[in-house]
Nanobody, 122 residues
């Protein structure tokens, strides 16, 4: 069984920064790729960024490019999402997910955390 636990959400003013953390444990093959997704009220789930555990290769949604950075600490089995220049439209519940493939489709990820709320005030 793979466990995924997010932390680091909170309330921040527009233009501010937050760093989300995603701690994982369990079967190592399932940590091949990690993805961050978000869901705003009344909207569907949206891919934000993903990273390949072994190569460090990354993939970003257009909305995240230039502002967000995904990284990993293999020793801590933790993935981070550094979010800068946050805007009110970034307000959402952010989810971390683990799976065998780096992709922007939620269906490629088998294990999900409970989510962490990010609220950006204007």
């Amino acid at each position: 069984q793979v466990q995924v636990v997010e932390s680091g959400g909170g309330l921040v003013q527009a233009g501010g920064s937050l760093r989300l953390s995603c701690a994982t444990s369990g079967r190592t093959f399932s940590r091949f790729a990690m993805g961050w997704f978000r869901q705003a009220p009344g909207k569907g789930q949206e891919f934000v960024a993903g990273i390949n555990w072994s190569t460090g290769g990354t993939h970003y949604a257009d909305s995240a490019k230039g502002r967000f950075t995904i990284s990993r600490d293999n020793a801590k089995n933790t993935v981070y999402l550094q979010m800068n220049s946050l805007q009110p439209e970034d307000t959402a519940v952010y989810y971390c997910a683990a799976g065998p493939v780096l992709a922007d489709r939620a269906g490629n990820y088998a294990y999900w955390g409970q989510g962490t709320q990010v609220t950006v005030s204007s």
